[in-house]
């Protein structure tokens, strides 16, 4: 089993940053790619960023691209989320997941998940 306990959530007005953290423990994740996506209220779980534990590479939504970074701790088994420039349509539950089979947007590559963590973005 993967335990992930994302933490780092919280409301946040518009402009401003959050950094959030993914905790990995039990079965290795090294080797595997991790990746965070979001679900708001009403709509479907998306694809925000993804990275492998070496950190050499990294995939982002489009549309994210350039406001969100994602890295990693390996000392630490630690994924992160920073994210800038927060607008209102940020607004979800934010969960990290391990990846099945390499750097994917597809959320059903995914095995292993967070109970994720709430991020609010006023305006």
């Known amino acids: 089993q993967v335990q992930l306990v994302e933490s780092g959530g919280g409301l946040v007005q518009a402009g401003g940053s959050l950094r959030l953290s993914c905790a990995a423990s039990?079965?290795?994740?090294?080797?595997?790619?991790m990746g965070w996506f979001r679900q708001a209220p009403g709509k479907e779980r998306e694809f925000v960023a993804a990275i492998n534990w070496s950190g050499g590479n990294t995939i982002y939504a489009d549309s994210l691209k350039g406001r969100f970074t994602i890295s990693t701790d390996n000392a630490k088994n630690t994924v992160y989320l920073q994210m800038n420039s927060l607008r209102p349509e940020d607004t979800a539950v934010y969960y990290c997941a391990r990846g099945r089979t390499g750097l994917l947007r597809n959320r059903y590559t995914y095995d292993y998940w967070g109970q994720g963590t709430q991020v609010t973005v006023s305006s």
């Open positions: 039990g079965r290795t994740v090294s080797g595997y790619a």
